[in-house]
Protein backbone atom coordinates (compact mmCIF):
# COMPACT_ATOMS: atom_id res chain seq x y z
CA UNK A 1 0.00 0.00 0.00
CA UNK A 2 1.07 3.36 -0.85
CA UNK A 3 1.58 5.84 1.75
CA UNK A 4 0.62 9.86 0.95
CA UNK A 5 3.25 10.73 3.17
CA UNK A 6 6.42 11.75 1.42
CA UNK A 7 8.87 9.85 4.17
CA UNK A 8 6.41 6.93 4.38
CA UNK A 9 6.24 6.67 0.72
CA UNK A 10 9.89 6.81 0.56
CA UNK A 11 9.88 3.46 2.61
CA UNK A 12 7.40 1.55 0.75
CA UNK A 13 8.97 2.44 -2.81
CA UNK A 14 12.20 1.26 -1.54
CA UNK A 15 10.59 -2.19 -0.33
CA UNK A 16 9.17 -2.82 -3.10
CA UNK A 17 12.03 -3.28 -5.15
CA UNK A 18 12.22 -6.07 -7.58
CA UNK A 19 14.79 -8.71 -6.50
CA UNK A 20 16.46 -11.60 -8.69
CA UNK A 21 17.03 -15.46 -7.52
CA UNK A 22 19.04 -17.51 -10.65
CA UNK A 23 19.31 -21.10 -10.06
CA UNK A 24 23.07 -22.01 -8.83
CA UNK A 25 23.97 -18.15 -9.26
CA UNK A 26 23.44 -15.20 -6.23
CA UNK A 27 20.01 -13.62 -5.27
CA UNK A 28 19.15 -10.45 -5.68
CA UNK A 29 22.36 -9.54 -8.48
CA UNK A 30 19.67 -8.14 -10.43
CA UNK A 31 21.80 -9.62 -13.53
CA UNK A 32 20.15 -10.59 -16.53
CA UNK A 33 21.96 -14.06 -17.79
CA UNK A 34 19.37 -14.33 -20.84
CA UNK A 35 19.06 -18.20 -21.72
CA UNK A 36 22.36 -19.35 -20.45
CA UNK A 37 21.21 -19.95 -17.27
CA UNK A 38 17.42 -20.63 -18.79
CA UNK A 39 14.62 -18.34 -16.77
CA UNK A 40 15.00 -15.49 -14.00
CA UNK A 41 12.54 -16.25 -11.20
CA UNK A 42 11.40 -12.85 -10.08
CA UNK A 43 10.13 -11.50 -6.71
CA UNK A 44 8.66 -8.49 -4.36
CA UNK A 45 9.60 -7.90 -1.06
CA UNK A 46 7.02 -7.47 1.50
CA UNK A 47 5.15 -4.07 1.20
CA UNK A 48 4.64 -1.89 3.67
CA UNK A 49 0.75 -2.11 5.02
CA UNK A 50 -1.80 -0.03 6.79
CA UNK A 51 -0.85 -1.81 9.97
CA UNK A 52 2.55 -0.56 9.07
CA UNK A 53 1.89 2.71 8.80
CA UNK A 54 -0.19 3.13 11.65
CA UNK A 55 2.52 1.27 13.76
CA UNK A 56 5.50 3.85 12.18
CA UNK A 57 3.08 6.70 12.63
CA UNK A 58 2.29 6.08 16.31
CA UNK A 59 5.91 5.23 17.31
CA UNK A 60 7.19 8.57 16.57
CA UNK A 61 4.47 10.37 17.76
CA UNK A 62 4.97 8.73 20.76
CA UNK A 63 8.93 9.16 20.87
CA UNK A 64 7.43 13.03 20.68
CA UNK A 65 4.97 13.08 23.12
CA UNK A 66 7.56 11.69 25.69
CA UNK A 67 10.45 13.88 25.08
CA UNK A 68 7.31 16.81 25.25
CA UNK A 69 6.53 15.57 28.81
CA UNK A 70 9.83 15.30 29.93
CA UNK A 71 10.83 18.95 28.79
CA UNK A 72 7.60 20.06 30.32
CA UNK A 73 8.96 18.20 33.83
CA UNK A 74 12.58 19.25 34.03
CA UNK A 75 12.88 22.36 31.60
CA UNK A 76 12.78 25.49 34.15
CA UNK A 77 10.68 28.56 33.43
CA UNK A 78 13.47 31.10 32.79
CA UNK A 79 15.21 28.02 29.79
CA UNK A 80 11.84 27.54 28.34
CA UNK A 81 12.55 30.35 25.92
CA UNK A 82 15.95 29.72 24.84
CA UNK A 83 15.12 25.75 24.56
CA UNK A 84 12.29 25.68 22.11
CA UNK A 85 14.15 28.49 20.01
CA UNK A 86 16.97 26.01 19.70
CA UNK A 87 14.81 22.82 19.11
CA UNK A 88 12.93 24.58 16.64
CA UNK A 89 15.84 25.36 14.66
CA UNK A 90 17.75 22.19 14.89
CA UNK A 91 13.90 20.88 13.67
CA UNK A 92 13.75 22.61 10.89
CA UNK A 93 17.15 21.76 9.69
CA UNK A 94 16.44 17.94 10.13
CA UNK A 95 13.06 18.26 8.28
CA UNK A 96 14.53 20.10 5.45
CA UNK A 97 17.28 17.40 5.02
CA UNK A 98 14.33 14.57 5.23
CA UNK A 99 12.58 15.96 2.62
CA UNK A 100 15.10 17.09 -0.11
CA UNK A 101 17.53 14.24 0.90
CA UNK A 102 14.73 11.47 1.04
CA UNK A 103 16.10 10.43 4.34
CA UNK A 104 14.29 6.82 5.59
CA UNK A 105 16.87 6.33 8.08
CA UNK A 106 15.12 5.19 11.48
CA UNK A 107 17.65 6.78 13.37
CA UNK A 108 17.28 10.46 11.71
CA UNK A 109 13.63 10.05 11.34
CA UNK A 110 13.54 9.18 15.49
CA UNK A 111 15.61 12.22 16.52
CA UNK A 112 13.67 14.43 14.79
CA UNK A 113 10.72 12.73 16.71
CA UNK A 114 12.61 13.94 19.19
CA UNK A 115 13.71 17.32 19.02
CA UNK A 116 10.08 18.15 18.40
CA UNK A 117 9.50 17.09 21.50
CA UNK A 118 11.66 19.38 23.19
CA UNK A 119 10.22 21.95 21.15
CA UNK A 120 6.45 21.00 21.76
CA UNK A 121 7.02 20.53 25.75
CA UNK A 122 8.72 23.64 25.71
CA UNK A 123 6.42 25.72 23.98
CA UNK A 124 2.99 24.11 25.53
CA UNK A 125 5.35 25.11 29.44
CA UNK A 126 5.54 28.74 27.64
CA UNK A 127 1.93 29.22 26.71
CA UNK A 128 0.40 27.41 29.90
CA UNK A 129 3.04 29.91 32.08
CA UNK A 130 1.48 32.89 29.81
CA UNK A 131 -2.28 31.64 30.03
CA UNK A 132 -2.83 29.21 32.49
CA UNK A 133 -5.82 27.82 33.00
CA UNK A 134 -4.84 24.23 31.63
CA UNK A 135 -5.06 25.65 27.93
CA UNK A 136 -2.39 23.50 26.92
CA UNK A 137 -3.50 20.12 28.91
CA UNK A 138 -6.87 20.60 26.75
CA UNK A 139 -5.51 20.90 23.69
CA UNK A 140 -2.82 17.74 23.71
CA UNK A 141 -6.05 15.45 25.03
CA UNK A 142 -8.03 16.86 22.50
CA UNK A 143 -5.51 16.20 19.85
CA UNK A 144 -4.42 12.93 20.84
CA UNK A 145 -8.12 11.69 21.18
CA UNK A 146 -8.64 12.90 17.54
CA UNK A 147 -5.98 11.63 16.75
CA UNK A 148 -6.54 7.94 17.85
CA UNK A 149 -10.58 7.69 16.16
CA UNK A 150 -8.79 9.24 12.65
CA UNK A 151 -5.94 6.12 12.95
CA UNK A 152 -8.63 3.53 13.42
CA UNK A 153 -10.58 5.10 10.91
CA UNK A 154 -7.53 4.82 8.52
CA UNK A 155 -6.74 1.40 10.06
CA UNK A 156 -10.59 0.14 9.19
CA UNK A 157 -10.19 1.75 5.72
CA UNK A 158 -13.02 3.64 6.80
CA UNK A 159 -11.06 6.39 5.68
CA UNK A 160 -8.59 6.19 2.55
CA UNK A 161 -6.48 8.85 1.44
CA UNK A 162 -7.43 8.62 -2.02
CA UNK A 163 -5.75 11.57 -4.47
CA UNK A 164 -9.11 12.94 -4.49
CA UNK A 165 -9.70 12.90 -0.80
CA UNK A 166 -6.24 15.18 -0.75
CA UNK A 167 -7.61 17.73 -2.83
CA UNK A 168 -10.83 18.67 -0.95
CA UNK A 169 -8.79 18.09 2.16
CA UNK A 170 -6.10 20.74 1.42
CA UNK A 171 -8.42 23.19 -0.71
CA UNK A 172 -10.81 22.82 2.47
CA UNK A 173 -7.97 23.89 4.53
CA UNK A 174 -6.58 26.71 2.47
CA UNK A 175 -10.18 28.32 2.46
CA UNK A 176 -9.81 28.29 5.52
CA UNK A 177 -6.25 30.12 6.08
CA UNK A 178 -8.17 32.37 3.73
CA UNK A 179 -11.36 33.21 5.59
CA UNK A 180 -9.01 33.54 8.64
CA UNK A 181 -6.56 35.94 7.28
CA UNK A 182 -9.77 38.02 6.24
CA UNK A 183 -11.56 37.85 9.96
CA UNK A 184 -7.53 39.46 11.13
CA UNK A 185 -7.49 41.76 9.01
CA UNK A 186 -10.64 43.23 9.70
CA UNK A 187 -9.91 42.79 13.45
CA UNK A 188 -6.55 45.05 12.50
CA UNK A 189 -8.63 47.44 10.53
CA UNK A 190 -11.77 47.95 12.69
CA UNK A 191 -10.70 46.25 16.11
CA UNK A 192 -14.03 44.22 16.05
CA UNK A 193 -13.09 40.63 16.69
CA UNK A 194 -14.77 39.82 13.46
CA UNK A 195 -17.44 37.66 12.60
CA UNK A 196 -15.38 34.27 13.51
CA UNK A 197 -14.66 35.59 16.85
CA UNK A 198 -17.91 37.15 17.99
CA UNK A 199 -19.19 34.12 19.54
CA UNK A 200 -22.57 34.18 17.26
CA UNK A 201 -23.66 30.94 14.78
CA UNK A 202 -20.73 32.07 12.45
CA UNK A 203 -18.13 31.37 14.51
CA UNK A 204 -19.50 28.07 16.17
CA UNK A 205 -19.77 26.76 12.18
CA UNK A 206 -16.24 28.27 11.24
CA UNK A 207 -14.89 26.23 14.51
CA UNK A 208 -16.68 22.91 13.66
CA UNK A 209 -15.38 22.90 10.30
CA UNK A 210 -12.33 23.76 11.27
CA UNK A 211 -12.16 20.73 13.69
CA UNK A 212 -13.08 18.49 11.23
CA UNK A 213 -10.82 19.79 8.08
CA UNK A 214 -7.96 18.99 10.68
CA UNK A 215 -8.95 16.05 11.59
CA UNK A 216 -8.98 15.20 8.21
CA UNK A 217 -5.31 16.45 7.70
CA UNK A 218 -4.18 13.59 9.79
CA UNK A 219 -5.16 11.27 7.15
CA UNK A 220 -3.18 13.35 4.64
Not at 52 to 66: F, N
Not at 92 to 114: D, E, H, R
Not at 132 to 154: D, H, K, R
Amino acid sequence: MNSSNPVLGRITAATQQPTYSVPGGPAGTGVDYGTQYGPVQTGVRDVMTIDDVVVKTVSLLGVTALLAAVTWAIVPVTALYPTFIAAMIVGLVLGLIISFAQVTNPVILFTYAIVEGVFLGAVSKTYNAAFGGGIVVSAVIATLSVFIVMAALYKTRIIRATPKFMKVVIGAMAGLFVVGLVNVGIYLFTGSPGPLRDGGPLAIGFSLVSIIVAALMFVV
